[in-house]
Nanobody
Framework: QVQLLESGGGLVQAGGSLRLSCAAS????????MGWYRQAPGKQRELVAH???????NYADSVKGRFTISRDNAKNTVYLQMNSLKPEDTAVYYC??????????????WGQGTQVTVSS
């Protein structure tokens, strides 16, 4: 199994910044992709950004130019630097990874979520 531990959420004023971190641990053979999703009240969960093992990145249009995703492969950790935050960024942010376990099973894993609240 693979566990994801998120940190870095909180309350910030509009225009401010936050940095989310997510560390993967457990029976990891390799991690193909790591990313962040978010879910606001009454809305569906949506992709924010993801990064592959080859450092290919993909962002939601709503965060392009404001958010930056990066990863430290040695630490199995993914980061999301969020700048110029807007009230509409308020949501629970979930870490997601596509990992292959030491048993050679590939599947997706989710973190428990971290709240990001942006006040106007």
């Amino acid at each position: 199994q693979v566990q994801l531990l998120e940190s870095g959420g909180g309350l910030v004023q509009a225009g401010g910044s936050l940095r989310l971190s997510c560390a993967a641990s457990g029976s990891i053979f390799s991690i193909n992709r790591m990313g962040w999703y978010r879910q606001a009240p009454g809305k569906q969960r949506e992709l924010v950004a993801h990064i592959t093992i080859g450092d290919y990145t993909n962002y939601a249009d709503s965060v392009k130019g404001r958010f930056t995703i990066s990863r430290d492969n040695a630490k199995n950790t993914v980061y999301l630097q969020m700048n110029s935050l807007k009230p509409e960024d308020t949501a629970v942010y979930y870490c997601n990874t596509i990992a292959i376990t030491t048993g050679r099973v590939e599947r997706a894993y989710w973190g428990q979520g971290t709240q990001v609240t942006v006040s106007s």
